[in-house]
């Protein structure tokens, strides 16, 4: 048989840990990307729009003429980036070039910047990015009103600049946050292995206070386990627990049966000793008469062993189902029906309910088949043993299986006793392995079912069997 597939608790977590952390370093790479170019690109946009404020602030309109006085300042500002390529230009509004490039582009679809309020008044910002001069270029714009002796106009202020230094400052600003998110990482990976070392230690506590067992202690384990294990931990003590008292009732059985064994035995031996060396032809007879009863004593004490055996491990293993109760009882009828009427008694099936039960059927038979094979044992000649099968006759109004003989009965005394693994009353003549009834009782009680004995009148027993539940078909 092949060995199932196993799996790794530690490598799972470990797996479910660097996946999670991957999404997390991918989702951090992302944030940390865009928020280096908007901090880069609102610190840049933040010079250029300085630099181009202190340009139109000393722009003026003198005698109709406008007049452009371009600060020093303005250029020591952008010349912070000191390698990136600046380009400006100072219009009026209409067409007129004043200074700077000229031809500098236009966008359809400005960026709408802050309005910051300036020296002269509040100037309306716009930024736009475009490739310049074959490299990418962002310009802001700034206009002006120019207002002098009724004459009035609007000057543009545009500045360009490359992208070299903001994108140096955002790729600067993107690999510090990273660096913290690769030492996060780092330390919550360390931080994890242990957790998982620490949260998988009851697991191996658990495995070596298992292995250090000799593999006859069967006493609960006593550990302090975490709530989740702990489920487990009850498990496996119960499974002892019903492991232990399968291997002392085995135990048990076991020693009983081989007494009841020795016995016959022990009998057969002598008698069949004595008639090799007796010379008298009648008490050989006798001799080996009584060879062929311990010979029949013990068939029946090992066929009973050996029913017992196979139903215990039925009663383990097997599932119940459907089984119809009244189908069984007439199959088992018909099959000791022959060897009833050999000793002179008649079975009588007297039920004609339709019955389903739950249980298994294999063992519900064996259990039908003792008690009549009991009460046939014990039954005189030309009598009848009755079976009766009634729906919702029982304790809890569930079918009531009833089988009566008119045999010597039993005592009242005797009745708790009866159903104990190889009892024989000392008042019984007939031979018998004392396990019939203690068969009947076990089956009953694995299918929920009451065992019960009463007195047959004139004289006699009757056994009644009340299931509970039960289906009429």
Known sequence: MAEPLSYSIKQQLATITIVVLFI???????????????????????LLTGAAYQMAENIRLQDGRVV???????????ALASEDRVFYSVDIVGGIHLTGYEGLPESESPEPGPSTKSSVGQLPVSFFEVIYSDEPVRFVTVERVLKDLGITKTVRVKIGQTLLARNELAEGISGQAL??????????????????????????????ALSKRSPVDLHPLTLNVPQEIRPLLKTIN??????????????KYTGEAAHQIRTPLAGLKSQAQNALTEHDPGLRQEQIKR???CTDMLSNTVSQLLSRAQLVHRLRSELFADVPLDSLIEEVC???????????????????????VLGDAFSLKQMIRNILENAIQYSPQNSVVEVDLKSGAGIDGGPLLRVSDCGPGIAEEEKEHVFEQFYRSPNNPRSGSGLGL?????VAAHHDAQLQLKDN?????????HFRGGLNR
């Open 334 to 356: 018909r099959e000791i029906a022959v060897s009833a009427l050999h000793r002179g008694v008649e079975v009588a099936y007297l039920g004609k309910a339709k019955v389903v």
């Open 457 to 465: 009148f004139p004289q006699g027993l009757i056994v009644e069997i």
């Open 238 to 251: 119960h499974f002892m627990l019903q492991l232990g008292s399968t291997l002392d009732g085995l135990k």
């Open 24 to 46: 997390f370093a991918a989702v951090s790479y992302w944030g940390a990307n865009k928020y280096g170019q908007k901090a880069a690109q609102l610190s840049y946009d933040r």
């Open 438 to 442: 203690a068969i009947v009782q076990e």
């Open 179 to 208: 660096q913290a998110v690769a030492w996060f990482i780092v330390v919550a990976l360390i931080l994890i292995v242990f957790g998982i070392w620490l949260i998988l230690r009851p697991l191996n506590k658990l495995n070596v």
């Open 68 to 78: 452009v006085d371009l600060p020093r300042s303005a250029f020591d500002t952008l």
């Open 291 to 293: 060879v062929v009863e």
